[in-house]
């Protein structure tokens, strides 16, 4: 089992930055993969960000440039620092964990809500 505690969000004007942070514990050993997707109402979860616990990193069409995912040594902590952002950054964004290995296992977050107004 992996448990994840999502950090950060809020509001922001456009143009402005906001950071999150996703710590994972429990089973966070094997090869995995963290990340942020984002949903609003109506739509999909959509991808923001991944990385993996080799640090390829993997980012949508429309964040590329203007977001930065990293992740610590240790694995366990995610963070994705958002800037320049615009109203269509908006929405609920949840931390994903993971994790490979006989079968793919996916751990969410509870979500926080990231809002960009004009």
């Known amino acids: 089992q992996v448990q994840l505690v999502e950090s950060g969000g809020g509001s922001v004007q456009t143009g402005g930055s906001l950071s999150l942070t996703c710590i994972a514990s429990?089973?966070?050993?094997?090869?995995?993969?963290m990340g942020w997707y984002r949903q609003v109402p109506g739509k999909e979860r959509e991808l923001v960000a991944t990385i993996t616990s080799g640090y390829i990193t993997e980012y949508a069409e429309s964040v590329k440039g203007r977001f930065r995912i990293d992740r610590d040594s240790n694995r366990k902590t995610v963070w994705l620092q958002m800037n320049a952002m615009n109203p269509e950054d908006t929405g609920v964004y949840y931390c994903l964990f993971k994790k490979y290995g006989l079968r793919t296992q996916e751990y969410w977050g509870q979500g926080t809500q990231v809002t960009v107004f004009s």
């Open positions: 429990g089973d966070v050993f094997s090869p995995n993969a």
